[in-house]
């Protein structure tokens, strides 16, 4: 007998989040008997620009969609406006269609999905993605000086409890999350079921055998990089979490032993300040290059890197981060620069030997990591043989299919 599903998503699917790290999912999950319905909340600019894209998608797989708006301005209000319109409309949803679980991605989402559960007996998965409200404060978002924001954190610590508590299953993105989630008090006294799924890729999309010739030398031509040139590439928005400082200053660095590099970001955001802070660091304009990719532009765009490179704070709630660049990045063969302290990233890098983790973020240590990577041995498709076997889509839709067994099976 058919189940049916209410995904709830606060990222939107015309974001490239909900092309990576949803839909995938879905469209795979569809295939064996589950009927989605999914909430999102849409971008306005995105929506306009991707909305029949999305549509063609979930039309083609059977998934039907329920666009609301995310509103950004004034800060909580409009996020206190956007719970209401979710829930609203699962609620309504659920009279309709009487849902035999509702899959919640992130905090925002389960606080209906948590309602959902306790007012209409709907099973509830809480795909938690990360320590959320302890991300808020660390990126500096939500400053616990300000009483409103102190509040505001207590609350969602309190839910975030009630969420384990309730939930008849957790993801977690990682095992260092997993440890650290089981260590609470409240956890280790009362133990609740956790599944691991870090953040996979679509290992067909991401690889290099399928990449078209004609769309590699197109991007060749839009950016200059010549074939057999050095390239050191970042993957992926510009944040306060992606230390763009650093990663500059690493590539000077990097420039010493490959003094023909250019350093390529694959990103729509933020290219001024990537020039700017590039400027500040005496890197000749010429040596950076900045080009916006579509999802199916990023395999082509990556395949033109040499290394690529990716650095973020590795503050306490970045234990539970899997960055979706690492599952592509090594789809594509291509070995990697990072730091430790976030997520399990390093020892993946470290188990398929997949690029190097560097010890801190001082010149001797990226000299350091420059030295091994001359000595790298590792070819392109052993580092693929690591994503195949630790990030590939097909095993994490396994692992939710048995999740989702787990929970619809116990009733």
């Given at each position: 007998m058919q189940k049916t599903i209410l995904y709830i998503s606060y990222d939107g699917m015309t974001d490239q989040l909900g092309q990576s790290q949803v839909l995938p999912y879905l469209c795979e999950l569809k295939n064996y008997g589950f009927d989605f319905h999914l909430i999102s909340c849409e971008k306005p600019e995105k929506f306009k620009q991707h909305k029949g894209i999305?549509?063609?998608?979930?039309?083609?797989?059977?998934?039907?969609?329920?666009?609301?708006?995310?509103?950004?301005?004034?800060?909580?209000?409009?996020?206190?406006?956007?719970?209401?319109?979710?829930?609203?409309?699962?609620?309504?949803?659920?009279?309709?269609?009487?849902?035999?679980?509702?899959?919640?991605?992130?905090?925002?989402?389960?606080?209906?999905?948590?309602?959902?559960?306790?007012?209409?007996?709907?099973?509830?998965?809480?795909?938690?993605?990360?320590?959320?409200?302890?991300?808020?404060?660390?990126?500096?978002?939500?400053?616990?000086?300000?009483?409103?924001?102190?509040?505001?954190?207590?609350?969602?610590?309190?839910?975030?409890?009630?969420?384990?508590?309730?939930?008849?299953?957790?993801?977690?993105?990682?095992?260092?999350?997993?440890?650290?989630?089981?260590?609470?008090?409240?956890?280790?006294?009362?133990?609740?079921?956790?599944?691991?799924?870090?953040?996979?890729?679509?290992?067909?999309?991401?690889?290099?055998?399928?990449?078209?010739?004609?769309?590699?030398?197109?991007?060749?031509?839009?950016?200059?990089?010549?074939?057999?040139?050095?390239?050191?590439?970042?993957?992926?928005?510009?944040?306060?979490?992606?230390?763009?400082?650093?990663?500059?200053?690493?590539?000077?660095?990097?420039?010493?032993?490959?003094?023909?590099a250019r350093f390529f970001f694959i990103t729509g955001d933020q290219h001024d300040l990537i020039r700017n802070k590039a400027a500040e660091k005496n890197i000749a304009a010429e040596k950076i290059i900045i080009r916006p990719a579509t999802r199916n532009e990023v395999p082509a765009s990556i395949s033109l890197s040499t290394h690529s490179v990716f650095f973020i704070r590795p503050t306490y709630s970045k234990i539970s981060s899997s960055p979706t660049k690492q599952a592509e990045l090594m789809g594509m063969g291509v070995p990697v620069i990072s730091n430790a302290g976030v997520g399990d990233t390093s020892a993946i890098i470290e188990k398929y030997k997949s690029g190097i983790v560097i010890k801190d973020f001082s010149e001797m240590s990226y000299d350091e990591a420059i030295e091994r990577l001359q000595r790298f041995s590792e070819g392109r498709e052993s580092i693929r043989n690591g994503a195949l076997q630790y990030f590939s889509l097909d095993e994490g839709v396994k692992k939710y299919l048995r999740v989702y067994k787990h929970i619809l099976d116990q009733y």
């Open positions: 999305i549509e063609a998608i979930c039309e083609k797989n059977g998934i039907r969609w329920y666009p609301l708006a995310y509103t950004k301005r004034p800060p909580v209000y409009s996020t206190i406006k956007d719970i209401r319109n979710i829930r609203r409309l699962a609620f309504q949803l659920q009279k309709q269609h009487h849902f035999d679980m509702v899959h919640c991605r992130g905090y925002i989402p389960a606080l209906v999905g948590l309602q959902l559960k306790k007012k209409a007996g709907v099973r509830f998965l809480f795909d938690m993605r990360g320590l959320w409200a302890n991300e808020k404060v660390d990126a500096g978002s939500w400053n616990l000086n300000n009483p409103l924001y102190r509040s505001i954190y207590n609350h969602f610590k309190k839910k975030e409890r009630q969420f384990f508590e309730n939930a008849d299953y957790t993801i977690s993105l990682t095992q260092a999350g997993q440890k650290e989630i089981g260590s609470w008090k409240y956890i280790a006294d009362n133990p609740v079921k956790i599944e691991v799924i870090p953040c996979c890729a679509d290992l067909t999309l991401f690889d290099p055998v399928r990449v078209e010739e004609d769309l590699v030398a197109r991007i060749r031509k839009d950016t200059g990089i010549h074939n057999g040139e050095p390239v050191l590439s970042y993957l992926g928005s510009i944040g306060s979490w992606y230390m763009l400082d650093e990663m500059l200053d690493f590539f000077n660095v990097y420039c010493r032993k490959y003094p023909s």
